[in-house]
């Protein structure tokens, strides 16, 4: 890893968000705080290749699947077995599951080698936080976007330090990327929407 990224690295997370929460985190109500509507479905098209690190049951997920349509594929990467058991069940049941992929990953690896290049959208919402090391996660995440693709990183401001934000812009910055505006989420702390420029490779 990079040191200047951040440093030390722990060699464990210090909290994974339980499954009981990730029920909470599924509720509707939720769209009262932040609404999918407008965080997300702007940058997502019809057909587009969308990478999602820890989607727990799939506030995001759903929508996002929805958006993709049958040509889409969203790929959900995450480290709890239950969350990925509690997601399968929900998209089953919206009929959605033919058009995501659900993948189990450790917390040393994300597994992400042959995912390079090849995303229009990668989501890392409330996820990178909970991760070893912030700024390595999303230099990983950030190689996965292809030119003209985007990475949008949202971090809860209670659970993340300025300085693990900082070193996770940083991660992505050092694999390529440069920071854009988002459509419409003007003033929101901690949300930085970042591009691979078109030509370039990471
Ligand atoms: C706070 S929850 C946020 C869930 C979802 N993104 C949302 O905003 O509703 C964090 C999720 O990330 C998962 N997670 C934590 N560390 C991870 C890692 N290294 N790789 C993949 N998923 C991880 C947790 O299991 C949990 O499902």
């Not at 479905?41 to 799939?58: D, I, Q, T």
């Not at 709890?80 to 033919?98: N, P, S, T």
Request: aromatic share 2%; charged share 20%.
């Amino acid at each position: 890893m990079n040191p200047t990224l951040e440093s030390p690295p722990s060699a464990k997370p210090a909290h994974t968000c339980p499954v009981w929460i990730g029920h909470l985190l599924a509720n509707p109500l939720r769209r009262l705080l932040e609404n999918p509507r407008h965080l997300v479905l702007p940058l997502v098209k019809a057909g587009h290749r969308v990478l999602e690190l820890g989607p727990a049951l799939g506030f995001f997920t759903l929508p996002v699947a929805e958006a993709v349509g049958e040509q889409g594929k969203v790929v959900c990467v995450e480290v709890q077995e239950g969350m990925l058991r509690g997601l399968r069940k929900r998209l089953d049941k919206r009929g959605l599951l033919a058009r995501t992929e659900l993948r189990r990953c450790t917390h040393e690896d994300l597994g992400l080698a042959e995912l390079v290049e090849t995303c229009d959208l990668v989501l890392a919402l409330h996820v990178v936080h909970e991760t070893i090391s912030p700024g390595q996660t999303m230099a990983d995440l950030a190689r996965c976007v292809k030119p003209g693709g985007l990475l949008l990183l949202v971090e809860p401001p209670g659970h993340c330090s300025p300085a693990a934000f900082r070193a996770a812009i940083a991660g992505a910055e050092g694999a390529g990327l440069v920071r854009t505006p988002h459509p419409c989420a003007e003033g929101r702390r901690n949300l930085v929407l970042l591009q691979r420029p078109r030509g370039a490779t990471s």
